[in-house]
């Protein structure tokens, strides 16, 4: 099991070799990302970070700070550092595209090729439950995991333009429950009539709600154990 000092970074990577990358990639990534919670009871996957500032670099990362807005409307926020507050919890969160450092989306093709990098990270961090923000990490899991054959999380629907991600998919896969739901902004959703980050909050209440529950009555235990 990784360390709990370790940070996850990625100096190797093969994704583009022997092929012209588009300006914007940068293989191997430099990106890392701060130690992991042990364990990891949910894995949340962006698209990719989009310049110098990401995620993890707080408040001002457009992910960051609807993530934060979604944590409190399910009433699992303190309303501190959010970053603290989400590791705290279990959570955390990687890139499926951790090569393309820019605001744009990045093109199916690079998705495809840094999918091994995703496979690795759920490896590494064995999550209990993963939920995947959008069309580019639904991409990214669907994608062969680099042996060639075997996607990144077998059993997952199509990665097609039919899937309405604001509507959202569930299931349980080899013991793991998997969410697919929209990425979290302000942007309008026409299907569902709501905001993009109020698409997340219906899936994680449906979905997440669970393990939420169970990480309260922990912490509950936890704080009555101390107090007495």
């Known amino acids: 099991m990784m360390s709990a000092q370790d940070r996850l970074a990625y100096s190797v990577c093969h994704g583009w070799r022997g092929v012209q ?3 914007v990639v940068e293989c ?6 701060p130690p992991p919670p042990d364990p990891v009871d949910i894995l949340f ?14 408040p001002g ?3 960051h700070d609807n993530l934060n807005w979604v944590f ?4 699992w926020s303190r309303g501190q550092d959010f970053r603290e507050d989400f590791l705290s919890r279990g959570c955390y969160l990687v890139h499926a595209v951790k090569c393309w450092g820019d605001p744009s989306w990045p093109s199916p093709d690079a998705t495809r090729r840094c999918a091994p990098l995703l496979a690795a990270d759920i490896t590494r961090l064995r999550p209990r439950a993963i939920c995947l923000l959008g ?4 991409l990214g899991a669907v994608s062969p995991r680099g042996d060639g054959t075997s996607p990144v999380i077998p059993g997952l629907p199509r990665a097609s333009s039919a899937f309405r991600y604001g509507r959202g998919w569930c299931g349980v896969l080899n013991g793991r429950k998997v969410i697919i739901t929209t990425f979290a902004n302000r942007r309008w ?9 109020e698409c997340v909050v219906a ?8 393990r939420i529950r169970d990480l309260r009555r922990t912490e509950a235990s936890t704080t009555s154990a101390v107090s007495a």
Do not use: C, M
């Open 203 to 210: 899936a994680a209440q449906g979905a997440l709600n669970s």
């Open 72 to 75: 409190g409307e399910l009433g």
């Open 21 to 23: 990358a588009p300006t």
């Open 45 to 58: 996957v962006g698209w990719n970070p989009p310049g110098t500032r990401s995620f993890w670099d707080g």
């Open 28 to 33: 191997p990534p430099s990106i890392s990302y």
């Open 135 to 138: 069309r580019r990490p639904h």
């Open 61 to 63: 990362d457009e992910l």
């Open 189 to 197: 959703n026409q299907t569902e009539a709501k905001e993009n980050r």
